[in-house]
């Protein structure tokens, strides 16, 4: 081995090394880090393959295992792009390693040392690949703390990361006292020597600090103090990318782009996937190759660690894309079957949630351990190449700025931080993982072709089909009761303090929340049949039904059993019902509008395309008046309030309308369609189709703020909910549940969970929905699957 060689040569097995992991071969010695030990290997088919093996010391520590499993499952569920395919693995008990295709490639820290600073094309496609894995990683939820010199690959066909989480990218990893596992990383962000909570802005600023060492071959930043308070040196980083470079080293995480962003305006027009030809200079190139031959005739004499006798683990089989196991083996995988994963996703919870149901929980995203606290500023003295080598070396303090220790309980509680310091200057909190569900519910699979659901006075979840209607504890997510004699295919309606009300075929039923016991029956005179509840005000219930092929809208006191009122509004379009829904409510009126799917041809044509209200008096229920507002179409999104104030997407923007005087007040410009607003404390929340989210005052109209979600633009319109305290705003969309502070807009945390499957084991694309759910927290829904969120 030549100590002046900036690459890691490919060594001969030693004592100690493993000859086989599970199904494949260990050929040759390439690399050791911190937290394992990377070998060439190869398949039965004479593949090549990477193995990450774990040291046996710390394989032997539980809070070690926990983590590497962590770390694995989540390059697994990140799998594609610039992530290698998780071929196998054994995470359960030592020893534990990861399988991966080999691919020739050399790390950030040893692609500098060979060819010093690289081109501004090379560092643009190094960051577009790294800002779209990180992108993609932070719709989940989860902070990657994986990006190093050491963790990032170049490769003949683009960028890869090879870290996903503080393991990875540890600078040193021993035991500690107690069973607990101490990770010193090499780097950190202004906010975490502030001593707040590292979010996907964090993830950010190490891109913008590996990029500035690119560029121009030395750190932009010297040591913790120059992260808090200086500004990043950056004169010798190209014209073209230091404007994108110096916003992701902001000291502010609201001030630096997402990582969408930052792919975005790094993606070199010709950079097709996976990378434009000539991406790397040919310095790099030719190392590259080099390596390959080597690779080449190590596979072809395949003389090194072929002895079957040191197989290091025959319990694991090889997972492929379908889950295959090879054959030959004597005991169950313990690798996760990839059709498994598919189901319930890959990050497992430290301690899962109680269950209501006997089937498994859809996996969560685990919430990253606290922060790494600062560490005192490592000396200069040290080589830039001798920091730089190996395939997954960490950071060291002369490039990132100092580094933090992080000690992880071996019963999975939190760890602790060491190296601590008192934080130079407070700093805003920034975006973080999202809190942990208290508890996950999933409905049977072919109970009812619907399913409804409502929230009961901040105890209960009431599940209607037309099956049967179901209550759920919000407190623990414990199933209650279920009545198939009270089966609704409409939502259940919580009627003051007092019973439920579920829709039927012959007329209404009062359940008891408790139990679910039928209290009572509404049953409406003249034959009518109830189609759909339109509203719900304390007791009285305004609801549309049939009688004598005629449509009604009806006002009905619950607690007096009395209807208050009844007039004839048109009939339906078949197969709809007439149903309507209130809209927006004023002492003296309500004010409606009549399901769109419902809309005859006629009154389609009779509206010119737009959306036609009424309003009418509410104590007896005579039509006011009949009207369009502005550009409101029938389809469009609209929501009222309280005040008389009709919110309404309309072309290019959101208009509000006094119902009173029938006049427009203000109008929010922006986005390709809004939709459904909600007023919470005079402040109106809505989201448009390019995912952001807007607050503004509800009677005027003027911004108070405006913050993107950072899910695909162009999905699914956001539903917004505020939270039971009014202190969290939650945008839900096809994708993801994004958390805002409801004051300011602060991004706090997304959720997603693994996805769901359809009874044939087909996945079923289900989108997100919230319920507010008071002091319980909230409950969000995904398809057939309910989880309680702790959330303030």
Known sequence: MDPSSPLQPIAPLGDGDPRRCGAYTVLARLAGSASAVRYLGRDGDGTPVLLTVAPAALAELAAFRRRFATEARTAERLAGGRVPEMLAAALDRPPLWTATPYVPALTLGEAVALAGPLLARTVRVLGAGLAETLSRAHTTGTVLHGLAPGTVLLAADGPRLTAFGPLGAAESASAGPAGRLSVRLGYLTPEQVAGHEPGPPSDVFVLGLLLAYAATGTPPLADAAAIADAEPVLGAVPRELRPLIARCLAKSPEDRPTAGEAAAALAPEDASPPAPDGWLPDPLRAALDDRAGQVAALLETGSAGQDPRADLDGRTVRVGRQGRRDAGTTEPAVARPREAADVRGVLLPPAPPVRAQAAPAPALPVPFPSPPAPAPPRGAGTSRRGLFTGLAAGVTGAVLGGGGVLAFAPGGGEERRTDAKPAARPRPAVAGVPPRPRWAYEHPAGAGTTLNAAVWRDRTLVLTSDAHTTAVDLATGRRLWQRAEA??????VAVGNGPLLVVGADGFRLLSPEDGTVRGRVTPTGGLRPAAVAGQSGTVVWFTGTAASRTYLVAYDVARSEELWRIQVPNGRPPFPAAYEVLALRPDALVVRQDPRSLTAAQVKAAKGL???????????????????????????????????LYAAVAGGLQAFDTRTRRPLWRLAGGSGFGRAQVRGGTLYVADRSQTVYAVDAATGRARWRRVTEAAAGGDLPDVTVGG?????????????????????????????AGVREPGGRETPAGYGVLAAGAAGVVVRRDRTFYGLPVE
């Open 487 to 492: 089966a609704s295919a409409h939502p259940a």
């Open 611 to 645: 959306a036609l209200f009424s309003s009418h008096d509410r104590a007896t229920g005579a039509r006011q008046w009949f009207r369009p507002f502005g550009g409101a179409v029938p389809g469009g999104a609209v929501a009222g309030d309280g005040s008389g104030r």
């Open 725 to 753: 305290n009014g202190r969290t705003l939650l945008a839900a969309d096809g994708a993801q549940v994004t958390a805002f502070a409801a004051g300011d807009g602060r991004r706090l945390w997304k959720f997603q969970d």
